[in-house]
Nanobody, 128 residues
Framework: QVQIVESGGGWVQPGDSLRLSCAAS????????IGWFRQAPGKEREAVSC????????YFADAVKDRFTISRDNPESTFYLQMNNLKPEDTAVYYC?????????????????????WGQGTQVTVSS
């Protein structure tokens, strides 16, 4: 049974940091992508940062480059999104998702339909 559980969200002030965790288990693939997405009220879900564990390739949305990093533990059961210098526009529900590796990838997938399993999300609120 696939389980994806996000944690680490909360309320912070602008300029603060948060680290989100994604505990992922039960999927039968050796190679896969982990994606962090977010969805703000009234907006579409968007990719924030993604990681292809076979090649180590990563993706960062322009809005979070130089502020967010994605990492994984060893063994690969928990993935992290380190968010620094948070801004009010980072406020959203953050989701972790897993996609089965595809040889056609040239970069980690960033579209929601490319992901097979999703967590329930964790709320991040940035406000003074």
């Amino acid at each position: 049974q696939v389980q994806i559980v996000e944690s680490g969200g909360g309320w912070v002030q602008p300029g603060d940091s948060l680290r989100l965790s994604c505990a992922a288990s039960g999927f039968p693939w050796t190679y896969f992508a982990i994606g962090w997405f977010r969805q703000a009220p009234g907006k579409e879900r968007e990719a924030v940062s993604c990681l292809n564990n076979r090649d180590g390739d990563t993706y960062f949305a322009d809005a979070v480059k130089d502020r967010f990093t994605i990492s994984r533990d060893n063994p690969e059961s928990t993935f992290y999104l380190q968010m620094n210098n948070l801004k009010p526009e980072d406020t959203a529900v953050y989701y972790c998702a897993v996609a089965q590796y595809a040889s056609s990838w040239s970069n980690p997938p960033i579209r929601t339909y490319e992901y097979d399993y999703w967590g329930q999300g964790t709320q991040v609120t940035v406000s003074s």
